[in-house]
């Protein structure tokens, strides 16, 4: 009796670990994934905002002559702008080759002078075709986490810009998303301590169980 005791206090110990790192793994990517959820929207928010206060003629009338005119200059400052108070990484505008399914930076919303702003038609490596088809259709996107070894963890949101009723452009924003992996664990690390004593209480009255059988 005592061997079986034995064995079904191993299983059931065994049964309880098993749950918690399972309970865990589900709430880690729930957690993630709520977050992931949280930034997209508000991002997509700031998005709608910046592409509002673009003027559509002044937009179009770069569209027409796709070059360093003042036009060009007076909308990457105003992008360089909301970036710098929004706190997003990157704001941009794009363009798609319809016939060759091919994405390009258009104005690169970063300060006059830096250098890491992307020339017009500079292609894209991280946004392809099927992420931003849609928004020429007038809907909005989000990506999933993008891990970038050369710009970090970000997610991109992107929506229409628009001439009335008519999409002329698209709007891309990049948000920091180095924070999301941290707030899940933040979460979990307040849990966890509850989640242990539950186990544990339930280890000691399965300690009892096996003491009557004993």
Request: aromatic share 6%; proline share 3%.
């Amino acid at each position: 009796m005592n061997k079986l005791s034995t064995k079904i206090g191993f299983v059931l110990l065994t049964g309880m670990v098993i749950t918690l790192i399972g309970s865990l793994l589900l709430m880690y990517k729930s957690t993630n994934d709520t977050v992931e959820k949280t930034i997209a929207m508000s991002s997509l928010d700031i998005a709608s905002n910046i592409s509002h206060a673009i003027n559509p003629t002044s937009y179009a009338e770069f569209l027409s002559n796709q070059s360093e005119t003042s036009t060009y200059w007076e909308i990457r400052e105003q992008l360089d702008d909301y970036r710098q108070k929004t706190g997003a990484l990157y704001v941009y505008t794009l363009g798609i080759d319809e016939n060759n399914k091919k994405v390009h930076i258009l104005i690169d919303g970063m300060g006059k002078g830096d250098k890491k702003a992307s020339p017009i038609l500079t292609p894209t490596t991280a946004t392809s075709f099927q992420d931003v088809d849609s928004v020429m259709k007038g809907k909005v996107t989000t990506t999933s986490i993008v891990h970038d070894p050369e710009y970090g963890d970000y997610l991109s949101v992107f929506v229409p810009i628009k001439n009335g009723n008519e999409v002329i452009g698209i709007l891309g924003v990049d948000i920091d998303a180095s924070k999301v992996d941290a707030t899940a664990s933040t979460v979990l690390g307040g849990i966890l301590p509850l989640m242990i004593i539950i186990n544990v209480i339930i280890d000691d009255r399965s300690g009892c169980t096996n003491m009557v059988l004993d």
